[in-house]
């Protein structure tokens, strides 16, 4: 019955669903014609070079940046103004008061997100076991290391049991312990049903978490899927590593062309070091025989599958 | 029917309790932050405290210890008595040698703020009843003081001019005295003569016209006399009209810009967006300088009642008249804040707009006597306002009516709009 059917939220909607979303900044375009969906209980993880616009796509699906946008940015399908309270937005710098005991800014924190202050803290002492924060609340934030600061950043974020998360680069800062910490944390929020959506710089690690993986380029989704699909998009099942003893630019030049005409994809060079992109491990056999007709000496040489940082390189 | 009652007054209370909990929240975050910055805490009570007490007792223009150095070239007992009984200065006679180049010098320096040169013959010209001159000097510099020397020292030379002119007033009944004498004798000798009668006769009512004539009238011969429109005690209350409001605008606008700059420096705003609009925090904002300026209000007023001012204390007209100032300060520091990128520069900022506001409030130099488009635009600076309306509330008891909500509204809309849009 209207309006409380308004009010309504409907289930079986996307977490975050985000249809042909353009934004600008001045004049320069963002993202352009960005369409992505969240499932219920998934990791989504957003990677692209600097400048791509991923943060600016989660901070415009999180509500922080309120400028005028193109498209449909819908939580639960609903407006993502109305459905606030079901998002936990973390941001890339820690956002704690430095003046205020980490009680103060756990109270403050869970006030700002309409919920009392004797649940906030309780919410957080639950956080702060599970992310392994065992330091005293009456501290203030100067009085605690980098990687503790981004951990209680993270558990402000989500002293009311948000059902979408939105990181925005959450391993920034973070040791590897911490890192592990962090994603065994993520995991155990997604097996209780809770949608992530997040950024990052470290490929290779986030390869082995998530389940979707969303690369933007210039703004746009160049990629979206999982590890496979992006590993058959681009051709490259295996890649081949290449140490030569000594590599002229002659001898250069005509590998250079020889993977032109076997359409063979040279993702990196540097001195002596090549890294090849390969379809299958017949090819690695064609270039060997090439290098041996040559007379190319190895110091190293290796074939093995690619990692995310392989294919982000390639694309 | 799909959703029980309970459920949907759940979907109207549960937002309103979640929005009261922001704006608590926002509260409790500045409230708890000016306590632990203790800097800013100090500042904004000891600012309207040592602001207070220094116009209240330590500028007061009637305090007469005007340091004067003399050059008594005249070196009479005349002209000694004449710059000794100056009143309200301090007189101290230097050597007759390089007197005048010593007194400048001395005043070059700060020894004496004016300086007196009493020239040879000053006193000879006083008997003569010629008009006789003493130099004054003074430094010109200084702007303040400069503007007081006119009425200063011909105030202090009054009283002694009154007693040269009383004394010349005797002296012309003395010699008009002597003629009369003169004129009754001739009289006397020609009573027979009808025509050197009357003649005699219009110079005995001249001689009467002179000897009745006032040394008032002399001394000043239209009399000015200043009729004040309010009753005279509410000249010690009025004070307060000017000085709350300044310290008001002064304190808020530099706690509000840099309380802005503190949340947009710690991402407490990134932490304010995501869970809301910012309206809320806004809103936080308003109670918060609200509270400041209240406190500020009963310092200053505390101060003024122990100096002896009495107000009526109309409750409610009060009350609008702090939201009003209080509610402008904040939305006019917030924008400040916006525009500022660190601390240090809206601390600049709000003394940039400070100083000229305070310059064109009318508290130092009249703004009746400003150019016309001064005038124009100290009619549009919100300080003016606040100081009429103070002294609307607080000397008469007026209401000052809800006009100053609209200028609210937009200055709330504009603020809302650039946090909303472009932090």
Known sequence: ???????????????????????????????????????????????????SGKSTFLKL????????YYGKIKIFGRSKVLEKHSVGFV?????????LTIEDNIKIA???LGIPEDKALDKAFDLMKLLRLDESIKKKPFELSGGQKVRLNIILSLLHNPKVIVLDEPFVGLDFLNRRLLWHFLESLKKKGFSIILTSHLLTETQDHVDKLVILKEGKVFFKGNMDALKSKLEIKYVFEVRFSRLSAENLGKIKKFCDYKDIKIVDTYEKYMMISLKNQRARNTLTNFFDKLKLEYEEIGFREPNLDEIFLKA | MKYSLKLKMKFLIDPTVAASRKFYGYLKKDMLLLIRRKKYLYLSILIPLIVGLLFLFFLNPSIDNIKVGICDYDATQYSRQTVSDLRGFIVTFLPRANC????????????????????????QKIQDLEQAKILVYYDNT????????????????AAYERTVIDKLNAELGARVAAIRSGVDFISDLTRDYQIASSRIDAIDQDLKKIEEIETEFILNPIWTEKVPVYRTEQTKDAGFAFIFPIIALFIVLMLASTSFIYDKKSNFIVRVKSSTTPLIYILAKLAFFFVITLANFLIILFLFIAYGANYSYPVLKILNLLFFISIINTLLGMLIGLISDNEGIAILFSLVISFPFMLLSGVFYP?????????????IIPLNYQIEYSKAVMLFGQSIGFKWLITALILLILVNYLITRKH
Not at chain 1, 61 to 68: D, E, F, L, V
Not at chain 1, 91 to 99: G, K, N
Not at chain 2, 100 to 123: A, C, H, M, R, W
Not at chain 2, 150 to 155: E, I, L, P, S
């Open chain 1, 61 to 68: 699906a999180a509500g922080i940046i309120a400028g005028k």
């Open chain 1, 91 to 99: 941001p890339q710098e820690v956002a704690l008061i430095p003046d």
């Open chain 1, 1 to 51: 019955m209207w309006p409380f059917d308004f009010f309504k939220r409907d289930a079986k909607k996307y977490p975050l669903a985000a249809e042909s979303v353009r934004f600008s900044y001045s004049e320069q375009e963002v993202l352009q014609d960005i369409t992505l969906n969240v499932k219920e209980g998934t990791i989504t993880a957003i990677i692209g070079k600097s400048g």
């Open chain 2, 100 to 123: 005048t180049e010593q007194l400048l010098n001395d005043i070059k320096i700060g020894k004496y703020s004016l300086g007196l040169e009493v020239p040879n013959g000053f006193s």
């Open chain 2, 142 to 157: 200084d702007i303040a003081f400069s503007s007081l020397i006119d009425w200063k020292v011909d105030q202090s030379m």
């Open chain 1, 110 to 112: 869970g006030l700002n």
């Open chain 2, 367 to 379: 703004t009746q006597t400003m150019p016309r488009l001064m005038q124009y635009i100290a009619k």
